[in-house]
C-alpha cells in the first residue's frame, strides 16, 4: 500500500472517528440538561415549601407583635386613667380642704369683728373718762391760779430759770476743779499704772521656731523614712503639707513648715511610725488621719486650760478651740497663746488699777487675736481684728470685748474704756526686748530669691524687689520683648514665684518696657 492510500484510510478514520465522538456528546449534553431541568424544579419546589413557611412565621410574628403592642397600649390606658382618678381625688380632698378653712376663716372673722365692737365700745367709754379727768383737772389749775396769783405757765418758767442758774453755777465749779485735778495728776497717774502693770507681769520670752528636729536613734531609720524611690517621704510630705529635710546631719531629720499644726502632726505621725516599724504609703496616711484627730483633741484641751488657768467662765466652744489653736501658732517669732495670756493678765491689772472691771479686761485681752487663726481661706482676706470682733459677736461676747477686739489695731472706733487696756496691752506685750525677732537672712535671701527669677528670663534688663519684698519691678529690653510678649513675662514670673518660692501675703509684679528715640541737634 503505498503512502496516499495511508493518507486517505487515515482523513477517513479521523472523520468517523469525529462523528462518533459528536453523536456521544450530544447524548451526554441531552442527559445533562434531563437533570439540570429536573434539579431546578426540585429547587423551586423546596423555595416555594420554604417560602410558605417563612411567610407563616412572618404572620404569626406581626400578630404576636401586634397582641404584645396591643397589651402596652392598654397598660398606659389603665395607667393614665388611675393617675386621672389620683388627681381628682387630691382635687377633691384640696376642695374639702379648702372649704374647711374657709369656713374657719369665717368663724375667725365673726370672733375678729366681736373683738372689734368691744374695744370699740371700751374705747368709747375711756374717751368719756379722760374727758372728765382733764375737766377735773382744769378746774384744779384755775383753783391754784386763783389762790397763788399766778398763771401755770408763769409758775413753771420761775421754777426753770432759777433751777437753771443754780445747776449751772454748780456745774462750772465742779468742772473747773475736776480739770485743774486731772491736769495735776492725770500723767503721773498714767505714768504709774502703766510701770505697775509692767513689774507685776514678768513673763518668759516665748520665741517660735519654723523648723523642728525629729532625733533617730540610728541612720539606717533613714532609708526607711525615704523608702524605695523615695515614695515613703513623698506620700508623708503630701500627707502633712511639711518638708521633711533629710541630710548629712546624724541621727537626726528637720520638719520645715511655718504652720506649727502641720509640723507637730509630722513630728507625732513620724514618731508613731517609727516606734512601729511599718513605714509605707497606706499606713502614712492611716498614722496622719488619726494623729490629725488627736491634734484636734489636744487643741480643745488646751484652749480650756488656758481659760481655766486665766479664770474666764462662760466662753462658747468655738471660741475655746480658737484659744487652743494660738498655741500652735506665732507672730513675729512670738507664740500667739502665750502672747495671748500675757495681754489678759496685762489688761486685767491695768484696768483694776483704773477702776474698771479685770475680768472683762482679762476676756478681752484673751480674744484680741483669735482673727490670727482662721478657718477657711476666704477669711484670711479679712484683717484679724474685724475677723476676731465677728466671731466674739457671732458667739455671744459683750459689746465692750467685740469692740476692744475690732479696735485694738485702730480699725474701728474706740467705743469703751477696754479698748485702748487693749491695745497699750498688746503693744506692751509686743515691744518687750527678745519677744518677737524677724531673721534679717532669710529676708534677703527672699529678695534675692525674687530677683534671681526675674533674671531667669530671657530680654529682663534689670530687676527690683522692692516694699519688702511685696513688689517685683522688672525693666526689660524693648528691642527684644514686645508689649503682648510683656504682659505674658508678667504672668509667668508670677507662675514661677508661686511654684519656686514660700512668702507672705501677695507679690505683685510689674513689668516696664521702655522705647527711648534720641537724637542730636548740632
Known amino acids: 500500500m503505498d503512502s496516499a492510500t495511508l493518507i486517505i484510510v487515515g482523513i477517513i478514520g479521523l472523520a468517523v472517528g469525529f462523528a462518533i465522538a459528536?453523536?456521544?456528546?450530544?447524548?451526554?449534553?441531552?442527559?445533562?440538561?434531563?437533570?439540570?431541568?429536573?434539579?431546578?424544579?426540585?429547587?423551586?419546589?423546596?423555595?416555594?415549601?420554604?417560602?410558605?413557611?417563612?411567610?407563616?412565621?412572618?404572620?404569626?410574628?406581626?400578630?404576636?407583635?401586634?397582641?404584645?403592642?396591643?397589651?402596652?397600649?392598654?397598660?398606659?390606658?389603665?395607667?393614665?386613667?388611675?393617675?386621672?382618678?389620683?388627681?381628682?381625688?387630691?382635687?377633691?380632698?384640696?376642695?374639702?380642704?379648702?372649704?374647711?378653712?374657709?369656713?374657719?376663716?369665717?368663724?375667725?372673722?365673726?370672733?375678729?369683728?366681736?373683738?372689734?365692737?368691744?374695744?370699740?365700745?371700751?374705747?368709747?367709754?375711756?374717751?368719756?373718762?379722760?374727758?372728765?379727768?382733764d375737766k377735773l383737772h382744769s378746774n384744779q389749775v384755775q383753783q391754784l391760779e386763783v389762790i397763788s396769783g399766778l398763771s401755770a405757765d408763769e409758775a413753771?418758767?420761775?421754777?426753770?430759770?432759777?433751777?437753771?442758774?443754780?445747776?449751772?453755777?454748780?456745774?462750772?465749779?465742779?468742772?473747773?476743779?475736776?480739770?485743774?485735778?486731772?491736769?495735776?495728776?492725770a500723767q503721773q497717774e498714767a505714768k504709774k499704772i502703766v510701770i505697775n502693770t509692767i513689774q507685776r507681769i514678768g513673763t518668759e520670752e516665748a520665741v517660735e521656731n519654723c523648723v523642728s528636729v525629729f532625733n533617730l536613734e540610728s541612720d539606717d531609720v533613714k532609708g526607711r523614712i525615704i523608702g524605695r524611690e523615695g515614695r515613703n517621704i513623698r506620700a508623708l510630705e503630701s500627707a502633712t503639707g511639711v518638708e521633711i529635710i533629710v541630710d548629712d546631719t546624724p541621727d537626726a531629720i528637720i520638719l520645715s513648715c511655718f504652720d506649727s499644726v502641720r509640723r507637730e502632726i509630722a513630728r507625732l505621725s513620724l514618731h508613731k511610725l517609727v516606734t512601729?516599724?511599718?513605714?509605707?504609703?497606706?499606713?502614712?496616711?492611716?498614722?496622719?488621719?488619726?494623729?490629725?484627730?488627736?491634734?484636734?483633741?489636744e487643741i480643745v484641751e488646751v484652749g480650756k486650760r488656758a481659760v481655766i488657768d486665766l479664770g474666764i467662765h462662760g466662753l462658747h466652744p468655738e471660741l475655746v478651740r480658737a484659744v487652743g489653736r494660738m498655741k500652735y501658732r506665732s507672730s513675729y517669732g512670738q507664740n500667739l497663746l502665750q502672747h495671748s495670756r500675757e495681754v489678759a493678765k496685762l489688761c486685767a491689772v491695768m484696768a483694776a488699777e483704773l477702776g474698771l472691771n479685770p475680768k472683762l479686761a482679762k476676756r478681752a485681752g484673751l480674744l484680741h487675736d483669735i482673727g490670727k487663726v482662721p478657718n477657711t481661706e476666704a477669711e484670711v482676706e479679712t484683717p484679724h481684728a474685724i475677723l476676731g470682733m465677728q466671731?466674739?459677736?457671732?458667739?455671744?461676747?459683750?459689746?465692750?470685748?467685740?469692740?476692744?477686739?475690732?479696735?485694738?489695731?485702730?480699725?474701728?472706733?474706740?467705743?469703751?474704756?477696754?479698748?485702748?487696756?487693749?491695745?497699750?496691752?498688746?503693744?506692751?506685750?509686743?515691744?518687750?526686748?527678745?519677744a518677737r525677732r524677724q531673721?534679717?537672712?532669710?529676708?534677703?535671701?527672699?529678695?534675692?530669691?525674687?530677683?534671681?527669677?526675674?533674671?531667669?528670663?530671657?530680654?529682663?534688663?534689670?530687676?527690683?524687689?522692692?516694699?519688702?519684698?511685696?513688689?517685683?519691678?522688672?525693666?526689660?529690653?524693648?528691642?527684644?520683648?514686645?508689649?503682648?510678649?510683656?504682659?505674658?513675662?508678667?504672668?509667668?514670673?508670677?507662675?514661677?514665684?508661686?511654684?519656686?518660692?514660700?512668702y507672705p501675703g501677695q507679690v505683685k509684679i510689674t513689668v516696664i518696657r521702655e522705647t527711648r528715640a534720641v537724637n542730636v541737634a548740632k
Open 22 to 133: 459528536k453523536f456521544m456528546e450530544k447524548g451526554k449534553a441531552s442527559k445533562t440538561t434531563i437533570n439540570a431541568k429536573k434539579e431546578a424544579e426540585s429547587i423551586l419546589k423546596n423555595a416555594e415549601t420554604e417560602g410558605e413557611s417563612i411567610k407563616k412565621d412572618k404572620i404569626f410574628q406581626a400578630k404576636e407583635k401586634f397582641l404584645e403592642l396591643k397589651a402596652e397600649h392598654e397598660k398606659v390606658i389603665i395607667g393614665k386613667d388611675k393617675k386621672i382618678n389620683d388627681a381628682l381625688k387630691r382635687t377633691r380632698d384640696k376642695e374639702s380642704q379648702v372649704s374647711s378653712e374657709l369656713a374657719k376663716g369665717t368663724k375667725l372673722n365673726q370672733q375678729l369683728d366681736d373683738k372689734i365692737q368691744e374695744l370699740a365700745h371700751k374705747e368709747e367709754i375711756l374717751e368719756k373718762k379722760q374727758f372728765e379727768l
Open 156 to 185: 413753771k418758767g420761775q421754777l426753770l430759770e432759777s433751777l437753771k442758774e443754780t445747776a449751772k453755777s454748780d456745774a462750772m465749779a465742779y468742772i473747773q476743779s475736776t480739770v485743774e485735778d486731772a491736769k495735776m495728776t
Open 276 to 297: 512601729d516599724g511599718r513605714i509605707h504609703p497606706a499606713r502614712i496616711e492611716e498614722i496622719v488621719k488619726k494623729t490629725e484627730k488627736q491634734i484636734e483633741q
Open 391 to 434: 466671731w466674739a459677736e457671732k458667739y455671744g461676747e459683750k459689746p465692750d470685748v467685740c469692740n476692744a477686739i475690732g479696735a485694738h489695731h485702730d480699725e474701728i472706733e474706740m467705743k469703751t474704756l477696754i479698748a485702748p487696756i487693749v491695745q497699750v496691752c498688746d503693744a506692751i506685750s509686743g515691744a518687750r526686748p527678745g
Open 439 to 502: 531673721v534679717l537672712d532669710s529676708y534677703i535671701q527672699r529678695l534675692k530669691d525674687l530677683e534671681d527669677i526675674a533674671f531667669g528670663f530671657g530680654g529682663v534688663q534689670k530687676a527690683y524687689a522692692i516694699q519688702a519684698g511685696r513688689e517685683l519691678r522688672v525693666i526689660v529690653e524693648s528691642e527684644k520683648v514686645s508689649d503682648e510678649k510683656a504682659a505674658a513675662l508678667s504672668f509667668e514670673i508670677s507662675q514661677k514665684i508661686q511654684t519656686d518660692m514660700t
